[in-house]
């Protein structure tokens, strides 16, 4: 009946954080700052949600790809599941920039692949779509992109679309794991 519920949220007001700037600043000299506890994002946009094997959660994911204008950064443990993969270059095809940060080694025929190694495993699965615009997507869950995933496993993706400040909350994450790791360059 339902394969992917779609949830509108009214956007609350900002949060407030002082800039880490200031934080510098009001420390004593040759403080270590601890990271500032995690706080809350504003809710807003919309939601969608697919649980597999019994409702189309690889569709879920394909679908922003599609409709994705001018970046694509991608977190993913291992990345076997040929639909996503046929997405993402056809994005790149369409000028959409694709970046892709692996747990193993992964390749996407002409997409610059960062291989995590920092850490005994980097699990996420994550794209971030458009961050910054008005449009902004973040997928996420526990929906591997692999061949099983879909037709074997009992998983869950969300689509968390038009939300700017989670979006670029997830892009530094994406960014911060990018920067140390080697790039394995584009594969053809």
Same mark, same amino acid.
């Given at each position: 009946?339902?394969?992917?519920?779609?949830?509108?949220?009214?956007?609350?007001a900002?949060?407030?954080?002082?800039?880490?700037?200031? =934080?510098?600043?009001?420390?004593?000299?040759?403080?270590?700052?601890?990271?500032?506890?995690?706080l809350?994002?504003?809710?807003?946009?919309?939601?969608?949600?697919?649980?597999?094997?019994?409702?189309?959660?690889?569709?879920?994911?394909?679908?922003?790809?599609?409709?994705?204008? !001018?970046?694509?950064?991608?977190?993913?443990?291992?990345?076997?599941?040929?639909?996503?993969?046929?997405?993402?270059?056809?994005? !790149?095809?369409?000028?959409?920039?694709? =970046?892709?940060?692996?747990?193993?080694?992964?390749?996407?025929?002409?997409?610059?692949?960062?291989?995590?190694? !920092?850490?005994?495993?980097?699990?996420?699965?994550?794209?971030?779509?458009d961050?910054?615009?008005?449009?902004?997507?973040?997928?996420?869950?526990?929906?591997?992109?692999?061949?099983?995933?879909?037709?074997?496993?009992?998983?869950?993706? =969300?689509?968390? !679309?038009?939300?700017?400040?989670?979006?670029?909350?997830?892009?530094?994450?994406?960014?911060?794991?990018?920067?140390?790791?080697?790039?394995?360059?584009?594969?053809?």
């Open positions: 009946m339902r394969s992917a519920a779609a949830v509108r949220a009214l956007c609350l900002p949060r407030l954080a002082l800039p880490l700037s200031l =934080l510098v600043a009001l420390a004593p000299a040759g403080a270590q700052l601890a990271a500032p506890p995690a809350p994002f504003s809710a807003c946009g919309t939601v969608q949600v697919a649980f597999a094997p019994w409702e189309d959660a690889e569709g879920l994911v394909v679908r922003p790809i599609g409709e994705a204008q !001018r970046q694509i950064l991608v977190q993913a443990f291992s990345f076997t599941r040929q639909r996503i993969a046929q997405a993402l270059i056809g994005a !790149r095809r369409r000028g959409v920039e694709v =970046l892709v940060t692996a747990d193993r080694e992964q390749a996407v025929p002409g997409i610059p692949v960062w291989r995590e190694t !920092r850490h005994a495993a980097a699990h996420s699965k994550v794209m971030i779509i961050a910054g615009t008005r449009d902004s997507a973040v997928i996420t869950g526990s929906f591997n992109w692999t061949a099983g995933a879909q037709r074997r496993n009992a998983q869950n993706v =969300l689509v968390l !679309r038009r939300n700017r400040e989670l979006a670029s909350a997830y892009e530094a994450n994406w960014r911060h794991q990018a920067q140390a790791s080697p790039c394995a360059g584009s594969r053809k």
